[in-house]
């Protein structure tokens, strides 16, 4: 595009930024970023009876300012992020989700499998109708997971303007019970002073490139350098969490990537972290002192208060080969470890690898994260070869764009019976159970991609940053032994990867890139599992009602 029109564009765009933030003179009074919403309960507290967990959820915008600059902030009980849900291994969750916005939502909880209760799911146009405005669905499922999850809206573009929360599963026998007190979740997200919809129209319409994110946040906060911002916007420049630390105390944080387009490096200065949980799986200790989590992606990590009694940035910081390239000071999304009883100045430690600069990678999961139980890797059956492209405001697999059908899901038109679907739905079916499937994905484009599956775990068991001509090439290393299992995972720009999960969990499961704007522009697959099984389960006459509202 011409430079001169394109800058045109810009100002246009920077324009209607400034719009719609002025036009906010609306109060801020959402709760963001509450302490006790991340603080998790006492070990000794937990009850080990399998219990059940009602929420009241209400989707509902309002005003608030997490980085300080005001804006409409889409939430779950005003609040953002989103209520923690936290739960024991084995319990149930009933959630009441009633829906006040103007367009249909969904909830779906990132990484549970929903073996038996597929409709469970919450992704809209795979797994259910959507909820209608102004009415009230129920989810309803026992989980008997474990780990660190997160739960989201599952409907294109909401979760973008902050409908996202953590989920954490206790474990009884967790095997690193003992080695940590107290507990902390970690959120941390991109952010935009412009709201979702907006965004995504800009995207489609005008500049054909993913907005880039304004800031950061940990836990829903920031500061933000308000001489930024257009004159008169509304700004008073934001605040960071905190964490309080007891000297001497060892806390497991878990640390969840909930953006909608950067991966972080996460980091507290002077402090070592010690890996111990890769999204709900267990791994042997993997000490280090800077943790990237690219979007979707989960780690628990174990630190100590070792340190002098004093404060310390918390950090997660962008990748600067892709964001705020042109920014000659680096961006950290802070938050403050305050240690009790230091004075409450602001930290002034430094970070801990500032040389920081190279392209972002998934951590070196195949060397380095050791599964802390041995599994057995059942040979394959079948390996698929799936191609990704991305192309502007166009994302493919396989060469097809998916558009997603929202008059009745793809699992509500198995029950109905249909097992041949439009070529846009991009779906794969599996017929076979214990059939062991490998998927060999590559990247014809060159940005990477966080991949995430619904319904599974997958072993990862090579990912290369090479480009694939259609042979495994012969010097191509793969972990056999024991790899690590995940739900969440980085192809690589112009790369590919290898993953390999069993067909067991009847029900349609989407694979897809968890950038928003890329899942919007139809980089997506629908993979429908065992659908004789799913006919055999029987789904609530509520979930089945969904779709009159989508029908008419
Ligand atoms: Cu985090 Cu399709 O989900
Ligand atoms: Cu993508």
């Known amino acids: 595009m011409n430079t001169y029109i394109f800058s045109l564009l810009l100002r246009c765009i920077s324009f209607i930024t400034w719009i719609t933030l002025f036009s906010n003179s609306c109060v801020d009074t959402a709760s963001i970023g509450n302490e006790d919403n991340f603080r998790l309960s006492k070990l000794s507290s937990r009850s080990q009876t399998p219990k059940t967990h009602e929420y009241n959820f209400n989707v509902t915008i309002i005003y608030g300012a997490p980085d300080g600059v005001s804006r409409q902030i889409w939430t779950i009980n005003e609040q953002f992020p989103a209520p923690t849900i936290e739960i024991t291994k084995g319990d149930r969750v009933i959630m009441n989700v009633y829906n006040n916005l103007n367009e249909t939502t969904t909830v779906h909880v990132h990484g549970l499998f929903h073996q038996g209760d597929p409709w469970n799911d919450g992704s809209v146009a795979t797994s259910q109708c959507g909820i209608p405005p102004k009415s009230t669905f129920t989810y309803n499922f026992t989980v008997n997971q474990v780990g660190t999850y997160y739960y989201h809206a599952h409907f294109p573009g909401q979760y973008i303007d902050g409908i996202y929360g953590a989920f954490i599963i206790h474990d009884p026998e967790d095997p690193y019970l003992d080695e940590y007190d107290e507990e902390y979740i970690v959120v941390l997200s991109d952010w935009f002073h412009t709201e979702g919809k907006i965004l995504t129209k800009m995207y489609f319409e005008l500049h054909f490139v993913e907005p880039n994110p304004n800031n950061g946040l940990?836990?829903?906060?920031?500061?933000?350098?308000?001489?930024?911002?257009?004159?008169?916007?509304?700004?008073?420049?934001?605040?960071?969490?905190?964490?309080?630390?007891v000297p001497g105390k060892r806390y497991r944080l878990r640390i969840i990537n909930a953006s909608t387009m950067a991966p972080f490096f996460f980091s507290i200065d002077n402090h070592i972290l010690d890996v111990i949980e890769v999204e709900g799986g267990y791994i042997e200790k993997y000490t280090l002192t800077t943790v990237p989590l690219n979007i979707g992606q989960r780690y628990s990590v174990i630190v100590k208060a070792d340190q002098e009694i004093s404060n310390?940035?918390?950090?997660?910081?962008?990748?600067?080969?892709?964001?705020?390239?042109?920014?000659?000071?680096?961006v950290y999304n802070n938050a403050i470890v305050h240690y009790e009883g230091a004075d409450e100045k602001e930290p002034t430690t430094q970070f801990w690898n500032d040389s920081i600069t190279s392209e972002w990678k998934d951590l070196d999961q195949l060397v380095n994260l050791k599964p802390y139980y041995y599994e057995e890797l059942p040979s394959s059956d079948l390996t698929m070869l799936l191609s990704t492209d991305f192309n502007m405001t166009e994302g493919y697999m396989n060469g097809s764009m998916y558009v997603p059908d929202y008059n009745g899901s793809t699992l509500n038109k198995v029950y109905q019976g249909v097992r041949e679907f439009d070529a846009d739905q991009n779906v794969y079916t599996f017929t076979q159970p214990g059939q062991v499937i490998d998927i060999l994905l590559y990247n014809l484009n060159n940005k990477e991609h966080p991949f995430h599956m619904h319904g599974h775990k997958f072993w990862v068991l090579g990912s290369f940053n090479t480009n694939f001509t259609g042979v495994i090439p012969s010097n191509a290393t793969f972990n056999l032994v024991n790899p690590i299992k995940r739900d969440s995972v980085t192809l690589e720009a112009c790369g590919w990867f290898v993953i390999r999960f069993v067909i067991?969990?009847?029900?349609?499961?989407?694979?897809?890139?968890?950038?928003?704007?890329?899942?919007?522009?139809?980089?997506?697959?629908?993979?429908?599992?065992?659908?004789?099984?799913?006919?055999?389960l029987d789904p609530p006459q509520d979930w089945i009602n969904l779709c009159d509202y989508s029908m008419n």
């Open 218 to 245: 940990i836990n829903g906060k920031n500061k933000y350098d308000c001489t930024q911002l257009y004159p008169d916007t509304p700004c008073n420049g934001g605040e960071c969490s905190k964490f309080t630390f």
């Open 312 to 330: 310390y940035w918390m950090r997660s910081a962008f990748d600067y080969t892709a964001y705020f390239r042109n920014q000659t000071t680096k």
């Open 504 to 536: 067991d969990n009847p029900g349609v499961w989407t694979f897809h890139c968890h950038i928003e704007w890329h899942a919007i522009s139809g980089m997506v697959m629908q993979m429908v599992e065992l659908p004789d099984s799913i006919t055999k």
